[in-house]
């Protein structure tokens, strides 16, 4: 689901293949977009309303305009289900993560690819930008965390210091960029300081070697909650910075 900025309208997404726009006054169905192939995995407004993105099963992210049932742009290049879509803050690109363990930033004006990150050995699960644009977060099934410089294309890695790989569920940056939460099966959730992260990320080069780019989530963690008996299945910060969890 995704609710516009002006909270008046909702996006669902299908495995029947449509996207459908939902009126939040009038609770009803306004539109249905049709245009992939398969399953639609994540939709996104941009911070216009009237734009959205979408990933999907068929291996492609599309544009959309509210205002037409047809996609407008079609981001064409992974090898296999595009499971997260998300705008960057300027709106002039949309980054994509996949099943094939890419990320790939798009240009909205002509559909052209101009940056890949290759992220570990796992799905992706989440994307975020940060607020100014300059980093983003991406976050994969298996629990490791990428932050992406997108001038200098280099990458920092964030694992478990265990070892041992973990089921994300969810990712949320809170408003101000200081903390960044991830969820995860089996009842936890972390509380990471995300201007330590951005701080240590800024020293990462693509020369460097993964070892040398390679931090463990530990000595970013500000707290953890564990509750066994449910799986934290999506959080979010509001605007205030209160941090939502669904379970």
């Not at 064409?76 to 998300?86: C, M, Q, S």
Request: glycine share 8%; with cysteine.
């Amino acid at each position: 689901l995704a609710v516009s900025p002006d909270e008046t309208f909702v996006l669902s997404s299908s495995l029947d293949s449509t996207i459908r726009l939902w009126s939040i006054h009038f609770q009803r169905t306004l539109a249905v977009y049709k245009g992939h192939s398969g399953p639609v995995w994540d939709v996104k407004f941009a911070l216009l309303g009237c734009y959205f993105a979408s990933g999907a099963g068929d291996r492609t992210a599309k544009l959309w305009s509210t205002n037409s049932v047809y996609p407008i742009r079609q981001f064409v290049g992974h090898l296999a289900d595009v499971e997260t879509v998300e705008f960057h803050p300027n709106m002039h690109y949309v980054a994509t993560g996949s099943s094939d363990k890419t990320v790939r930033l798009w240009q909205v004006i002509n559909g052209d690819c101009v940056r890949i990150f290759f992220s570990g050995e796992s799905p992706l699960k989440s994307l975020r930008f940060l607020h100014g644009g300059k980093y983003l977060v991406a976050a994969s099934v298996n629990g490791i965390i990428f932050v992406h410089d997108l001038a200098k294309g280099g990458t920092h890695e964030i694992v478990d210091r265990s070892g041992t790989s973990k089921n994300l569920t969810s990712m949320a940056i809170s408003s101000d960029d200081v903390l960044l939460g991830i969820g995860f099966l089996g009842g936890e959730i972390e509380l990471l300081n995300l201007k330590k992260i951005v701080s240590t990320s800024m020293k990462s080069f693509p020369q460097m070697t993964q070892e040398e780019n390679r931090t463990h989530s530990s000595q970013y963690l500000c707290t953890k909650y564990t509750s066994p008996s449910r799986d934290f299945l999506s959080l979010n910060f509001t605007y205030s910075n209160l941090f939502i969890t669904v379970a």
